[in-house]
């Protein structure tokens, strides 16, 4: 989805997670059975725990369940979080490339202040990747990285998401994606942005003719979270047909599974037409508990843009919502 909506600003309390603290991005050591923890990377870091299911050693997987995030495109964050009934634990914003996420007026700094997990996601628009991958634009990077390192808590990193559709970052050339996704990882981590959750995101389908996904994947070093962008598009466009969450992410998750990485679902949401949008949201949950284990983390795209994604497009819809946001296993 091309979204260029730029960031929004943060204002809610996220709900006390724990997280294990790796710090190196793609590490999957085990628990230390003598603390039963792992080193902190920051003393400002999250306390370290134990995590369940097949996914262990990995950074803000929460100790059971889900963490449910926003991204507020639709009302003030405080309106929304009164309107939702609590308040998301993680935020998604968006970047251009130029835009200095990591300052002191940043949402990524309050939303850390205010105990939420940010999701920045940061957008290389007419950026040539063949400069990402000389070198070229590495004082930007380096700037960035810096700025990272000294927030000093975890919080996800979803760089050129979307790769695999419309987005096309680096002119749909796999290798060209990777180059230059592994160069800014590289630069982060050489320069100790240790904090930072790398998170690689996909679209839930790939553009016709063009490589599929997972021929974009970085490689298990570069990626800590898989990921996928998705949604029910409903049956306004004849081309489409009403999809469930589950049937939404069926394939996709396949793929990423494999990996054996935890899966954040880093935009999803509904339309109204073609179908019920209030049973959507109300199959989330068991969907996530009998068939998308690994899927650690969920983020709705709340807005009004191309269909009716935002929470309380309808009155049943909102109520679904509610219902769901107060399911134990989205308060973990």
């Known amino acids: 989805m091309n979204r260029h909506l730029g960031p929004r600003?943060?204002?809610?309390?996220?709900?006390?997670?724990?997280?294990?603290?790796?710090?190196?991005?793609g590490s999957?050591?085990?628990?230390?059975?003598?603390?039963?923890?792992?080193?902190?990377?920051?003393?400002?870091?999250?306390?370290?725990?134990?995590?369940?299911?097949?996914?262990?050693?990995?950074?803000?997987?929460?100790?059971?369940?889900a963490l449910l995030g926003h991204f507020y495109g639709s009302g003030t964050m405080a309106a929304t979080d009164a309107r939702i009934g609590r308040k998301p634990?993680?935020?998604?914003?968006?970047?251009?490339?130029?835009?200095?996420?990591?300052g002191s007026s940043s949402t990524t700094r309050a939303d850390l202040a205010e105990g939420r997990v940010p999701l920045v996601n940061w957008e290389p628009d007419n950026i040539d990747f063949d400069k990402i991958i000389s070198g070229a634009l590495d004082?930007?990077?380096?700037?960035?990285a810096d700025g990272a390192k000294a927030l000093?808590?975890?919080?996800?990193?979803?760089?050129?998401?979307?790769?695999?559709?419309?987005?096309?970052?680096?002119?749909?050339?796999?290798?060209?994606?990777?180059?230059?996704?592994?160069?800014?990882?590289?630069?982060?981590?050489?320069?100790?942005?240790?904090?930072?959750?790398?998170?690689?995101?996909?679209?839930?389908?790939?553009?016709?003719g063009a490589p599929s996904m997972m021929s974009y994947y970085p490689g298990d070093q570069y990626v800590d979270w898989t990921g996928v962008d998705g949604y029910n598009w409903g049956t306004s466009d004849p081309d489409f047909t009403w999809q469930s969450f589950k049937d939404t992410f069926?394939?996709?998750?396949?793929?990423?599974?494999?990996?054996?990485?935890?899966v954040i679902i880093a935009e999803t949401a509904s339309d109204e037409v073609g179908g019920s949008k209030?049973?959507?949201?109300?199959?989330?949950?068991?969907?996530?508990?009998?068939?998308?284990?690994?899927?650690?983390?969920?983020?709705?795209?709340d807005?009004?843009?191309?269909?009716?994604?935002?929470?309380?497009?309808?009155?049943?819809?909102?109520?679904?919502?509610?219902?769901m946001a107060k399911d134990p296993y989205f308060n973990p």
């Open 89 to 102: 634990a993680v935020h998604l914003t968006y970047y251009d490339w130029s835009d200095d996420w990591t």
């Open 152 to 208: 000093g808590k975890l919080f996800f990193l979803d760089f050129a998401a979307e790769m695999n559709e419309g987005e096309g970052w680096g002119g749909h050339r796999p290798s060209k994606y990777i180059a230059a996704y592994r160069h800014i990882h590289d630069v982060f981590v050489a320069r100790g942005a240790t904090n930072v959750v790398w998170a690689w995101c996909p679209n839930v389908t790939d553009s016709e």
């Open 9 to 25: 600003c943060a204002a809610v309390l996220l709900l006390a997670l724990t997280t294990l603290t790796t710090a190196c991005s």
């Open 250 to 262: 069926s394939a996709t998750y396949a793929k990423l599974a494999a990996k054996g990485k935890p």
């Open 278 to 301: 209030a049973a959507w949201i109300a199959g989330i949950v068991s969907a996530l508990k009998t068939k998308f284990p690994l899927i650690k983390a969920v983020v709705w795209f």
């Open 28 to 65: 999957t050591a085990g628990v230390n059975p003598a603390a039963d923890a792992l080193p902190q990377i920051s003393r400002s870091a999250p306390a370290a725990s134990k995590v369940s299911g097949t996914v262990r050693g990995v950074p803000l997987v929460p100790a059971q369940g």
């Open 303 to 323: 807005v009004d843009k191309e269909r009716h994604w935002q929470i309380n497009s309808s009155a049943s819809s909102l109520t679904a919502y509610q219902r």
């Open 139 to 144: 004082s930007t990077i380096s700037k960035r």
